[in-house]
């Protein structure tokens, strides 16, 4: 399973991909094995 696709899992009807672009990408430079935790966690 996909980042995109947990997160709309997670979110349901509101999954906006926009939204999960720009918050993936908020992230900076921190490895992207990381990033799906720290998603969940907000």
């Known amino acids: 399973m996909g980042m995109n696709e947990l997160?709309?899992?997670?979110?349901g009807d509101s999954f906006n991909?926009?939204?999960?672009?720009?918050?993936?990408?908020?992230?900076?430079?921190?490895h992207v094995k990381h990033i799906p935790e720290l998603m969940?966690?907000?």
């Open 7 to 11: 997160a709309m899992a997670l979110k």
């Open 17 to 30: 991909l926009r939204e999960f672009h720009e918050q993936f990408l908020s992230y900076g430079i921190v």
């Open 40 to 42: 969940i966690k907000e």
